[in-house]
């Protein structure tokens, strides 16, 4: 379904991402762990062209492209099959929860409106507020933004979804109820890839993760792999910190 090869990228002087190969099949949900600043985030941005790759290969489905000279045209159409999850929501302020949803189907996907509405509904009921479409995101606490958010991603009908550490700028309270949705999503066959801190999610949910320190993947495997038996000496160096 989605595969980068020798992904590259740098910020200046400061190589971020140093030759990421990954491989994800239909159904996957691969969980990204690392400490902060070894480039899960940059890794993810440079999926889906948020950032741009100095250097990769990327095959989506049946489309083989480019990562550092992908085009408009290119971009947009993975744009259509990989949706994105912030971790800070990025919700239009002055829009509605539906609002919010549709917005992407009806200029993105050029959905008619009340298709889009219908369909934003529906994602908006999967993630439980379905009492909270005509809400503004002021109205609404963190957590159900980022459901929000979710269904954005979820009414878009990707064939995979990128996790942004979706939970990090979440009060604690909140966090168990988008990683309840998560869960859920994931349990219907989403693909998804995910970078997270939470690794209950990694353990329960996961049936692949990756552990990535400075810029490579150390070392990836199921679960059990990488909690239970890891191989490398920076794994279980972050394991021993953050268990
Ligand atoms: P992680 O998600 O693992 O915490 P990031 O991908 O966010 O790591 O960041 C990796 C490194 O790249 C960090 O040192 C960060 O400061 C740097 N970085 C990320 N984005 C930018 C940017 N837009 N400009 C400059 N440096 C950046």
């Known amino acids: 379904m989605l595969e980068i090869n020798n992904l590259h990228k740098s910020f200046g002087e400061l190589a971020v991402i140093k030759g990421v190969d990954l491989k994800i099949d239909k159904g996957d949900v691969v969980v990204i762990l690392g400490p902060s600043g070894s480039g899960k985030t ?32 290119q971009i947009h159409e993975i744009r259509q099959k990989v949706a994105f999850v912030f971790q800070n929501y990025n919700l239009f302020h002055n829009k509605t929860a539906l609002e919010n949803v549709t917005e992407g189907l009806v200029y993105g996907k050029r959905i008619s409106k009340q298709e889009a509405i219908e369909i934003g509904e529906t994602a908006l ?6 009492d909270k479409s005509k809400a503004y995101p002021s109205e609404l606490s963190g957590g ?16 995979i979804i990128l996790f942004d550490e979706p939970t990090s700028a979440l009060d604690p309270e909140l966090v168990g109820e988008v990683l309840s949705v998560m869960k859920d999503i994931a349990r219907e066959g989403t693909t998804m890839l995910v970078v997270s801190h939470e690794m209950s999610f990694a353990r329960d949910v996961a ?9 490579v993947v150390v070392e990836e495997g199921s679960p059990k792999d990488i909690f239970v038996s890891p191989k490398e000496e920076r794994t279980k160096q972050f394991l021993k910190r953050v268990l």
């Open 144 to 159: 159900q933004q980022q459901r929000v958010g979710i269904a954005r991603a979820v009414a878009l009908n990707p064939d």
């Open 207 to 215: 049936n692949r993760v990756i552990f990535m320190d400075g810029g």
């Open 42 to 73: 940059t890794l993810l941005r440079c999926i889906n062209f948020l950032e741009k790759a100095d250097k990769g290969q990327a095959i989506f489905g049946d489309i083989g492209l480019n990562l550092k000279t992908a085009s408009k045209k």
């Open 125 to 130: 009921e999967k993630v439980g507020l379905s």
